[in-house]
């Protein structure tokens, strides 16, 4: 079996989509380009989320999990959240695999219990071992602001997490909307995350919050990273449609 | 919470019996032991006699905790963790769930223990849970998720017992389920790697907890002289603190040198403890074994002190499975 890169967005916001492409319709591209779309939803305590159905939807659409969670409890949240996408690609992917060897409509519960725990060894190993490369995308509209700090705190813990991992990692951090521009860049690809505070935007325009158009732009930057590689890039893993 | 949402398993009643698919062993279910993220354990009769059984949803986690009972129950000698029965799956209208048995341990929570046995059995039951983890070291692993909630004090001697392997990693990798109390990467002391000082920071962390019952938040920043703080604020803390300090730091490679420490530690404190209140004492052991020397004539003092000191000290012994 091939070791291939696991190639995330995480999209961190706090509410609807208001502005550009239907977010739900960019997710599915990118699921279309090989990655997997999570979606983390952040509250306030005693806030009631409208984006609910929203938030849902990007990730089902994205191949993704999504997950709503108070300000408080971030940090845990948001690493679980990507090592469970994580191991929710692989598992598409051996679930594949096992298909091919076992027969279409086989599940891998449709192996004896005492055989399952071979398959779990190897999800296991490939999600200790295989690449990965997580774009963070990350809502700064005016509702955002006070839960910035919290959200640094959690991209942080994710760096701690994905680093006591044996593969290697790349991140790349987009806010959205953008002082001057929609989407706006603030880490390009790098192995460390480290030093946000100093670069997240301190104001942004209120009111308009562009996940479409957010979406659109994470496509774009994964497409010019693969293409700076070179064509012959090493294999990436599809999600499995089921 | 995923993206393909998964169905619960509500919760079985009382009475309802489990069939394997698989193995056609049947279990007859007692009551609800607890849940959590992964399912819901349940008190269970069968021909085995009591045992307990983990419902859950997602067959992966439930056989990736499989997977890590098999590999204890391997091990010779040593009890790490409930003993491993099986693994199947039981149908119940229509759908299938995943479950596995496992040993029932009839203990009580560590801390509902300690508050009804006296603050001194703390320091006896982390030796327990030292020598206990150095043997899981010794095997490659590394327990992870160490936590309160995840320890139960069985029998008689008093034995400290860990449930919940869902966190359990081999050495080297790292560690994916954790606590944020427990868990030194949110302390910002340290990664997530699997290695023996992951463990050890735990059980210090472990015992802050009983210092500070209710827990309490990481500061904004040197989160290492908040925790120093936190111990020498705490009259029941203090006396640990060169053992806590070097935990919490990394300072221990191995469990068996931490245990040692505490070992040596709470020796010193006994014999302390011995000397200046002798006749006060509240120790059961000691009240029992120096009642008939009392009917003698009068003793010495300090052949009292000696005694009792001595039999603590192969109490202690007896109590942390050093001996018999
Ligand atoms: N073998 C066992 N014997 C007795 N009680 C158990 C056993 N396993 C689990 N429990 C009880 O069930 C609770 C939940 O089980 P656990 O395995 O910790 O689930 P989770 O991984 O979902 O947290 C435990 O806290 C404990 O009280
Ligand atoms: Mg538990």
Redesign the interface.
């Known amino acids: 079996m091939k070791k291939g890169t696991l190639r995330q967005i995480l999209l961190i916001t706090d509410g609807c989509s208001n502005q550009g492409e239907d977010p739900v319709a960019m997710a599915a591209l990118a699921r279309e380009h090989g990655m997997t779309v999570n979606v983390i939803g952040v509250l306030d305590e005693n806030e009631r989320t409208e984006g609910l159905k929203e938030i849902e939807n990007i990730a089902l659409s994205g191949g993704g999990i999504h997950q709503l969670v108070y300000a408080k409890q971030l940090s845990h949240t948001v690493q679980m959240v990507t090592r469970k996408a994580m191991t929710q690609t692989i598992q598409g992917f051996i679930h594949k695999e096992l298909q091919s060897i076992l027969g279409h409509d086989k599940e891998i519960e449709d192996l004896p219990p005492d055989k399952r725990g071979q398959v779990v060894e190897v999800v296991d190993e490939l999600g200790e071992t295989m690449d990965l490369e997580v774009l963070i995308m990350i809502d700064t509209s005016a509702s955002m602001q006070h839960k910035l700090p919290t959200v640094e705190d959690a991209l942080l813990d994710l760096s701690i997490s994905l680093h006591s991992r044996i593969g290697e990692n790349e991140y790349a951090l987009y806010a959205f909307p953008g002082k001057r521009k929609q989407v706006e860049r603030l880490m390009d690809w790098t192995p460390i995350l480290k030093d946000i505070h100093t670069i997240f935007p301190k104001l942004t325009t209120g009111g308009i919050t562009p996940t479409g158009p957010a979406l659109k732009e994470a496509i774009d930057a994964y497409q010019k990273k693969r293409s700076k590689r070179g064509l012959l890039d090493d294999g990436y893993i599809e999600e499995s449609s089921s | 919470?995923?993206?393909t949402s998964k169905n619960q398993v509500a919760d079985v009643p009382r009475g309802t019996t489990i069939s394997g698919k698989?193995n056609k062993q049947t279990y007859q279910i007692m009551k609800k032991l607890g849940s959590g993220a992964l399912g819901t354990v349940y008190l269970a009769d069968s021909v085995k006699g009591r045992v307990a059984l983990k419902i859950g949803t997602d067959?992966?986690s439930i056989?990736?905790e499989?997977?890590v009972l098999?590999q204890l129950s391997m091990v010779q000698g040593t009890v790490l963790g409930p003993f491993f029965y099986e693994?199947?799956?039981w149908e119940r209208s229509g759908k299938?769930f995943?479950f596995y048995v496992m040993e029932y341990i009839d203990g009580e929570p560590l801390f509902t223990f300690i508050n009804r046995r006296g603050k001194e059995w703390i320091g006896i039951l982390m030796l327990q849970l030292l020598r206990d983890l150095s043997a899981l070291h010794r095997e490659g692993w590394v327990f992870g998720d160490l936590k309160p909630d995840n320890l139960l004090v069985e029998g008689s001697p008093p034995t400290v017992r860990w449930l919940d392997v869902g966190g359990t990693t081999p050495m080297?990798?790292?560690?994916?389920e954790f606590t944020?109390f427990f868990d030194r990467?949110?302390w910002g002391l340290g990664?997530?790697?699997a290695e023996p000082s992951y463990d050890l920071f735990s059980v210090a962390m472990i015992v802050l907890n009983a210092g500070y019952p209710k827990r309490f938040d990481r500061p904004k920043k040197d989160a290492e002289h908040y925790l120093m703080n936190k111990i020498e604020s705490s009259q029941l803390l203090k006396e640990y603190k060169p053992i806590l300090r070097k935990a919490l730091l990394g300072k221990y490679g191995y469990a068996s040198e931490m245990r040692q420490e505490l070992f040596a530690l709470l020796q010193g404190e006994k014999t302390n403890v011995r000397k200046n209140k002798v006749n006060s004492s509240h120790s059961r052991v000691a009240a029992r074994q120096t009642r008939p020397k009392a009917k003698k004539k009068r003793t010495g003092w300090v052949e009292t002190v000696l005694l009792v000191a001595f039999l603590l000290f192969f109490y202690t012994l007896y109590l942390v499975g050093h001996i018999f």
């Open positions: 919470m995923t993206g698989w067959s992966m056989t990736s499989v997977n098999k693994i199947d799956d299938k995943p080297g990798r790292s560690v994916k944020e990467g949110y990664n997530r790697v």
